[in-house]
């Protein structure tokens, strides 16, 4: 099992400890390290600012947001920063939900999901194998645009820049059963967002064995610390504004796999104090098992154990949020 180190993406403005984490998760032989966005600080500048002060620990998106960008626009960041990082760039994509695609990027959430992820992981594809020019009769992502309110005048092209390598990776996000079957069929690795060690066969209904070359990259938030209680606070914060918060409550694919996970009446009740205003209050809704059963928090000689689980399963990447460089050290004697 490799190690990876989740930035996320940035809060009220960017981090000062983010840079001297990745570079101490590459001394320390941490595989990769990932940026992600929300409606915020984007994926790819500071993914590009990291590999400007690295060398060779691997560089991911986790993830890009599909609706932010046509999906030859993400190709193109892509290669751009694969060939500027000496080919260490992975791309992980995700579709989001219709709260930030409507609310923040001004267009419509997809009816088909699955239809546009696919379309978009074929554009992407087609960019990074230059085979030839990028065309698809497609619902979402048509190449070239043949809308009513087009010129007409479009036609196919080729990228003027040849990739570093066809075989990019490329990853996506998925929390939905029908989402998570689509990724094991057109992905070359997938991100989940809560796993956990003991429930992931039932509630991801994964098959017997997968190739040994799909990622399978968990993000999971690690903290070496004496107190229990006080090591999983960030995680119920977390867990409180993605289920109650990132998402309207009749559609919210945080809540929905919460729910999947054995926790449903907890997921409703986090999303209706978060909606009524009452923030804090949701973050205590979030029960103690949940946060601690997807999260490695507590002494080394505790998180030593839980690992053993973690291994277990089809985990073949374990993706850190690690809010300091104890923590970091510690993960990577455990594990490396």
Known sequence: MRLGLALGYWGRGPSPAHLALAREAEELGYDSVWTAEAWGSDAFTALTWIAAHTSRIRLGTAVAQMAARTPTATAMHALTLDHLSGGRMMLGLGLSGPQVVEGWYGRPFPRSPLT???????????????????TLDGRYHSHPYTGEDGTGLGRPLRPITHPLRADLPV????????????????????????????RW????????????????????????????????????????????????????????????????????QIQELFASGRREEAVRAVPDAFADEISLVGPRGRIAERLAEWR?????????????????????????
């Open 116 to 134: 546009a992820t696919r379309e978009y992981v074929d554009v992407v594809r087609q960019v990074l194998r230059r085979e030839a020019p990028v």
């Open 171 to 198: 990853l996506l996000g998925a929390e939905g059963p029908k989402n998570v079957a689509q990724t094991l069929r057109i992905a070359d690795g997938w991100l989940p967002l809560y796993w956990s060690p003991g």
């Open 201 to 268: 066969a039932e509630v991801y209904a994964l098959p017997d064995a997968l190739s040994g070359a799909f990622m399978v990259a968990p993000m999971v938030r690690a903290q070496v610390c004496d107190d229990l209680a006080t090591g999983l606070l960030p995680v119920k914060y977390m867990l409180g504004f993605y289920i109650g918060g990132m998402g309207h409550t009749s559609r919210n694919f945080h809540a929905d796999l919460m729910a999947r996970m054995g926790y449903e009446a907890e997921a409703r």
């Open 312 to 336: 277990k399963g089809p985990v073949t990447d374990l993706l850190v949020t690690a809010p300091d460089p104890v923590t970091l050290r510690t993960l990577a004697e455990l594990v490396l």
